[in-house]
């Protein structure tokens, strides 16, 4: 007789020994967390996710401001004189809170208000979010990532929210062919259209970066993967990425790490910039093609997790970012607190200069085609006490050469005008949110490193954008209130933002 055929399929020596390696790994991570009292965290997400869809009720509760937190989503009301703050982390040096909740400040009565509303989508850090007029207003939301408070699980989303701000009621959009899970990722509004660029995932094992480009349909509600081709962006996260006057997409920096050897990774910061286009020869709009540009303007040290937001069409700023000095035997930062401008449709880069108010004089560089500083002196500002010469690093990346201070600077821009007199600003942060509302700009929070300690700001700024003549201090940086359990103490006298302050009554 002969022998009966098999249906199953034969697995090859390769792929067995991946499956036994992750369901051991599995295996392993349950104990781990069995010892440590977590749960597993999808089961967590889904049973919050279940919690939400259950409220009936909206609960609305005036709050002093949101607690500490970075990588939440800042956007501006598209109606009212309000902004809207959604989601976000905050890390105390041994555990990490993911936040789920969402704000409403009143610009003109500088009020919070934190509203509780039926359907809302589990907690979340790294995801994007936008406003748009449509059905008297809305707030739609990608992705993002939640980790368990010892960081030893992550959770990358890939679903798609939209909040009906004048109903508040959240909606979770069931649509299939979208991007896969990530955060870091950009996402923009261009044409009744939603547009998502770029991102990493990493569940602690491995880790990938994307450079791929999906568009979502706000009229047909469908997901559509776009083929780039040309002179394609690497794969990367955290870039500046922002529609054009001509409805073509910018896409600028961002970072990414490689694998070196084994166990060893490397982070790379970009510089480039390119020009994302339909092809006008494809009547269905899916394939656009790449093209590398040559920037130029005021040269600037690189940097990643900077943010932009755009004041004009065709003008952009950007403030802060960090530029990584990798050895060894260390990674240290340096954070930046000027605030660039960018001229879309010229590729064209220049520094946003903040006159004193009483300053008769031109202190405020042009936004196109004016280098002239003679008015205004750019001074390194440490924040430590190593006062010794800093050590100065030359990078030549094909479109600039950059000039970059040690890592003991904070690599803040302090302007002086003609009287000496230092202007305010910000300090230095990554990741902060930034927005534009009634010709005002609105800067909050972020995170700044300093050795081993992460400090996570609550401070809160506005900046004309008509008279740019002073930073007005809305809520001031308490860095004293700060927690660091891994530090000797809850402050530290290294980080302070009177270092960057005037004497004016607003800063006090």
């Not at 006057?245 to 970072?255: A, F, S, T």
Request: glycine share 6%.
């Amino acid at each position: 007789m002969g022998k009966k055929h098999s249906d199953k399929k034969k697995v090859n020596g390769k792929i067995k020994t991946a499956l036994k390696t992750e369901k051991n790994l599995n295996a392993k991570q349950k104990k781990k967390l069995q010892a440590m009292g977590e749960e597993d965290i999808e089961k967590v997400i889904a049973e919050i996710e279940k919690e939400e869809a259950q409220r009936q009720k909206v609960i609305e509760a005036a709050v002093d401001q949101p607690s500490r937190r970075v990588n939440f989503t800042l956007t501006p009301h598209p109606f009212k004189n309000e902004l809207i703050m959604y989601g976000g982390e905050f890390y105390d040096g041994q555990n990490t809170t993911v936040y789920g909740d969402l704000f409403f400040y009143n610009l003109s009565k500088q009020s919070w208000t934190v509203i509780k509303a039926p359907g809302a989508p589990p907690p979340r850090c790294g995801h994007q979010a936008l406003t748009i007029p449509n059905n008297k207003g809305e707030m739609w939301m990608f992705g993002g990532e939640f980790s368990s408070p010892s960081e030893s699980q992550f959770y990358h989303f890939r679903d798609l929210w939209v909040y009906r701000i004048t109903e508040k009621k959240w909606e979770k959009i069931v649509a299939s062919g979208g991007p896969s899970p990530r955060s870091g990722h950009r996402m923009v509004y261009m044409k009744k259209q939603l547009f998502i660029f770029s991102g990493f995932h990493d569940n602690l094992r491995e880790y990938k970066y994307f450079n791929d480009l999906y568009k979502f349909d706000l009229t047909s509600y469908q997901w559509n993967k776009i083929e780039i081709y040309g002179n394609i962006p690497s794969p990367r996260s955290g870039c500046i990425f922002l529609p054009t006057p001509d409805n073509k997409l910018l896409v600028y920096g961002g970072y990414c790490k490689e694998k070196i050897k084994k166990n060893v990774d490397k982070g790379h910061i970009h510089s480039d910039m390119f020009i994302l286009s339909p092809d006008k020869r494809d009547e269905t709009n899916k394939k656009w093609k790449s093209a590398f540009v040559k920037q130029s303007g005021t040269k600037f040290s690189p940097r990643c997790s900077s943010t932009a937001v755009l004041i004009q069409p065709n003008i952009a700023y950007i403030f802060g970012g960090v530029y990584d000095n990798e050895d060894e035997e260390e990674l240290r930062g340096v954070f930046f607190n000027d605030l660039l401008v960018l001229d879309i449709e010229k590729y064209y880069w220049s520094i946003v200069k903040i006159s004193n108010k009483n300053d008769k004089s031109q202190t405020i560089q042009k936004l196109i085609g004016d280098d002239d500083d003679d008015n205004n002196i750019n001074m390194r500002c440490s924040t430590r006490e190593d006062k010794s010469t800093p050590v100065v690093t030359v990078i030549n990346d094909g479109i600039f050469t950059m000039t970059i201070g040690s890592a003991t600077e904070t690599s803040a821009i302090v302007q002086k005008n003609q009287t000496n007199t230092v202007i305010f600003s910000p300090s230095p942060r990554i990741n902060t949110g930034l927005v534009v509302k009634d010709n005002a700009l609105y800067l909050y929070g972020g995170l700044y490193e300093d050795g081993d300690c992460q400090y996570t700001l609550n401070d809160f700024y506005s900046l004309d954008l008509h008279k740019l003549n002073e930073w007005h201090t809305i809520i001031k940086n308490d860095i004293s209130s700060h927690v660091w359990l891994d530090s000797e103490s809850s402050t530290s006298e290294s980080y302070n933002d009177d270092s960057y302050s005037d004497d004016s009554d607003d800063n006090l």
